[in-house]
Nanobody
Framework: VQLQASGGGLVQAGGSLRLSCVAS???????????LGWYRQAPGKERELVAD???????NYADSVKGRFTISSDNVKRRVYLQMNSLKPEDTAVYYC???????WGQGTLVTVSS
């Protein structure tokens, strides 16, 4: 299974981005029950959980992004998304997607929020 994240870029504070992660090779039964998460790592900081989704429905968010970010998934496309609104400079980081079932990480996509 390979996880490939995309959608990062440079955006001004207050703007929005939508990240996408495709889980290539993951069978549907695993995708539907897996816990798929978005993590981020800012320069000089540890990697942290941003949001995750389990059983294609139950979601969990870091306090710092609640009300601004939304995680969702598409079983048919084997994709997990992270809609990021009202972005802040402190959201600047490399964002990674992860499969808990396979303990596998995507390659990361850089999000830069300018003030």
């Amino acid at each position: 299974v390979q996880l490939q994240a995309s959608g990062g870029g440079l955006v001004q504070a207050g703007g929005s981005l939508r990240l996408s992660c495709v889980a290539s090779g993951m069978i549907l039964s695993v995708f539907r029950t897996d816990t798929l998460g978005w993590y981020r790592q800012a320069p000089g900081k540890e990697r942290e959980l941003v949001a995750d989704i389990r059983n294609s429905g139950t979601t969990n968010y870091a306090d710092s992004v609640k009300g601004r970010f939304t995680i969702s998934s598409d079983n048919v496309k084997r994709r997990v998304y992270l809609q990021m609104n009202s972005l802040k400079p402190e959201d600047t980081a490399v964002y990674y997607c992860r499969s808990n079932f396979y303990d596998s990480w995507g390659q990361g996509t850089l999000v830069t929020v300018s003030s």
